[in-house]
């Protein structure tokens, strides 16, 4: 049975920082590129970062270009999410989906939530 683990989730204050983490039961985690979402109530999904199955590239949503950092550790099966300088609009639940040529219907976390607030 495929599981997307997320863990790391907080509340913190504006300015702080956060890690996410996501452990993968996957097969070949090496063969999906991973992405990280996030949603707040009401809106959908908005996709924050991603990186390549081999990690050589990444990409991020503007808003957070300077400030998260995503990252993997594929002999460990993890992807994280480094958060520096947390505004309170990054608060939201923060869901990992593994992605590949065969599954490219994805998988998904059940979501870790942060919350940023004075």
């Known amino acids: 049975q495929v599981q997307l683990v997320e863990s790391g989730g907080g509340l913190l204050q504006p300015g702080g920082l956060l890690r996410l983490s996501c452990a993968a039961s996957?097969?070949?985690?090496?063969?999906?590129?991973m992405s990280w979402y996030r949603q707040v109530p009401g809106k959908g999904r908005e996709l924050v970062a991603s990186?390549?199955?081999?990690?050589?590239?990444?990409q991020y949503e503007d808003s957070v270009k300077v400030r998260f950092t995503i990252s993997r550790d594929n002999a460990r099966k993890t992807v994280y999410l480094q958060m520096n300088r947390l505004k309170p609009e990054d608060t939201a639940v923060y869901y990992c989906?593994?992605?590949?040529?065969?599954?490219?219907?994805?998988?998904w976390g059940q979501g870790t939530q942060v919350t940023v607030s004075s």
């Open positions: 989906k593994a992605i590949n040529s065969l599954i490219p219907e994805g998988y």
């Open positions: 990186i390549s199955a081999g990690g050589g590239m990444t």
């Open positions: 996957l097969f070949a985690f090496n063969t999906y590129a």
